[in-house]
């Protein structure tokens, strides 16, 4: 599992580490790692460090040292390195005096601009030391013209940390950014890192270990890997049968909208419970395609037992069947229209486990609050709803994020693919993460289970080609098989 901390407390376990160690050793461990990342990316990128050209952007703080100590490891290494110092007259000490001696040149961003941008469209790198982790409000005016540069040059963009002028905290980008082709951070990731906006400004992100005394509680992210939704996937034992794997109940669908429902079936029946009941109008579409769902079109109440029920996708303006549903004693998951017809005292009145799915603009509706504000502060918007619901929330994204009710550290998913935003891709999604409940996973662990499995399952389907949302369905065997390492 990877995991992210606040700026915070990264900077609390610095002072720690540092008061054991000599001075300055920790930023030399930084820098080592850094330069070794940047001599890997040069070697691809020219052909070897001996003879490269790196050009070296520099702020007033470590972030700026450790650029300049790397940039002095790489002009041992037979690189031309050039530092443009935005303050030269606040720019970090040792690792000035370090680049000088080793043969590197400096230049004042101020004083000879021209000159500046000149070096970095001829560089094969530019390494971004203008802002660290506790910068905000976006790149400062004399620093944009230089993160253009890198831009429009051809010069590969690694950032120190992170990319200057997203906030390390928050995933937000309030202004002007430079946009890396690889970030290389310090510790542990930070939130920005694995968020979007930010995250797509960071590139790749590589995690150099410099030995942080981080606490075992307390990280602001989680992301799963394989290993971590292996363990949470349900394995039925030799005397399970259908009924103690789980039985999802699915709610969904309508005269106008049947497909919603045979979706939502579909990654039910793929998401590990032992028996599917629909109840919806759209019957006969689903027993047509899925002949061993459990059928009903008597309404929630007389479907019979389930361990969790889904209600939404599809739904129309069927508030009667979503207000059934959330009076039942069992995890419910709430989706798509059945966010906007449910009533939010009776989701906060519920005891049972509550999932909600909404996408930004669902999400920017319940928050009462325009779709720009969600997609610009997802992590905020995230916590927020799940305080203001009692609920567990999943807002899907490029970067899915899932947050509990109880709080603690939000978990994040990035295995999907841009090929996801198609029509019908959150009912699979809602039909997985029943499905999932009723097998008996937390309203946390099922949606976090579910969107790493669909995400795997959409590039699967995808494989850089248009995929519909039955495809994505129909892979997730594949994607839980390779979970599972079967």
Known sequence: MRTAYSVETVRNAERELMARLPEGALMQRAAAGLAAACAQVLVRVAGRVYGSRVVLLVGSGDNGGDALYAGARLARRGAGVTAVLLAPERA????????????????????????????????????DGIVGIGGKGGLREEAVPL???AARSRAAVVAVDLPSGVDADTGQVPGDVVRADLTVTFGTHKPGLLIDPAREYAG?????????????????????QHADVARLLPVPAAESDKYRRGVVGIAAGSARYPGAAVLAVAGALRGGAGAVRYVGPAGDAVIARYPETLVSDQGPKRAGRVQAWVVGPGAGDDAATVAQ???????????????????????RARTAPTLMTPHAGEAAALLGVAREEVEGARLASVR????RYGATVLLKGSTTLVASAKGGPVRVNATGTSWLATAGSGDVLSGLAGSLLAAGLSALDAGSAAAYLHGLAGRFAADGAPAGAHDV??????????????
């Open 384 to 387: 927020e709803l799940a305080a």
């Open 325 to 347: 549903v959330l009076a039942a004693e069992v995890p419910v998951l709430i989706d798509a229209d059945g966010l906007r017809l449910a009533d939010a005292d009776a989701v």
């Open 92 to 127: 970090h000490g040792g690792g000035l005096a370090a680049l000088r001696r080793a043969g590197g040149r400096t230049l004042d961003a101020r004083a000879a601009s021209a000159a500046a941008s000149d070096r970095i469209a001829r560089a094969d790198l530019v390494l």
């Open 473 to 486: 369905s129909d892979a997730i065997p594949r994607a839980w098989r390779d979970v599972r390492g079967n």
């Open 147 to 149: 993160a253009d540069a």
């Open 204 to 224: 790749a992100v590589r995690l150099v270990d410099i030995g942080l005394p981080l606490p075992r509680e307390g990280a602001e992210l989680e992301a799963l």
